[in-house]
T-cell receptor
Framework: QKEVEQDPGPLSVPEGAIVSLNCTYSNSAFQYFMWYRQYSRKGPELLMYTYSSGNKEDGRFTAQVDKSSKYISLFIRDSQPSDSATYLCAMSSLLMEYGNKLVFGAGTILRVKS | DTEVTQTPKHLVMGMTNKKSLKCEQHMGHRAMYWYKQKAKKPPELMFVYSYEKLSINESVPSRFSPECPNSSLLNLHLHALQPEDSALYLC??????????????FGPGTRLTVT
């Protein structure tokens, strides 16, 4: 079993739709949860991060963490064609002395059609 | 400035060549990372440098040799690579002393092709 599971998609939605992206994980030591966006042939870009359970909102993006279910989500409201990219969830346990090791999900390919 | 730069953008090398990838950041981050990313796969951690010392080596073959000459620079020396090493090589950095230590900033990557 992989430490982090993420449906690779592709997920295709019309412009303006609400998008829901999800990951599940098995390692209870994960405390920090991140979502990265990666455009084709570019490096990943940090979108959102959350610590422990709860919600965090930033503009059109909302990140949710449910540690009891080991489940995280990213919601995108009013999706735009420019949101078309691969979305990677990533998780980390506390390893400050060494720098932190991120464990990534497989990434979900999102296509927003105009 | 949250920029991590990587050179070259593209690299084609033969299996007997020696080449190096370079990564630079000026954010004062003291943790730097090399990742390998194959097509349609997530990044896989290769090495972590913390305060210019190698702190994590994820059992990477010795044909990949990292180097951190100073706090802003990270190199990856390549020698006798195999075609299966063709991938996007990503560099990232983070600040291990701040409350946002888990935020890693990625460079655009070097697309490596081994022929």
């Amino acid at each position: 079993q992989k430490e982090v599971e993420q449906d690779p998609g592709p997920l295709s939605v019309p412009e303006g739709a609400i998008v829901s992206l999800n990951c599940t994980y098995s390692n209870s030591a994960f405390q920090y949860f991140m979502w990265y966006r990666q455009y084709s042939r570019k490096g990943p870009e940090l979108l959102m991060y959350t610590y422990s359970s709860g919600n965090k909102e930033d503009g059109r993006f909302t990140a949710q963490v449910d540690k009891s279910s080991k489940y995280i989500s990213l919601f995108i409201r009013d999706s735009q064609p420019s949101d078309s990219a691969t979305y990677l969830c990533a998780m980390s346990s506390l390893l400050m002395e060494y720098g932190n090791k991120l464990v990534f999900g497989a990434g979900t390919i999102l296509r927003v059609k105009s | 400035d949250t920029e991590v730069t990587q050179t070259p953008k593209h690299l084609v090398m033969g299996m007997t060549n020696k080449k190096s990838l370079k990564c630079e950041q000026h954010m004062g981050h003291r943790a730097m990372y090399w990742y390998k990313q194959k097509a349609k796969k997530p990044p896989e951690l290769m090495f972590v440098y913390s305060y210019e010392k190698l702190s994590i080596n994820e059992s990477v073959p010795s044909r990949f040799s990292p180097e951190c000459p100073n706090s802003s620079l990270l190199n990856l020396h390549l020698h006798a690579l195999q075609p299966e090493d063709s991938a996007l090589y990503l560099c990232a950095s983070s600040d291990p002393t701040s409350g946002t230590f888990y935020e890693q900033y990625f460079g655009p990557g070097t697309r490596l092709t081994v022929t």
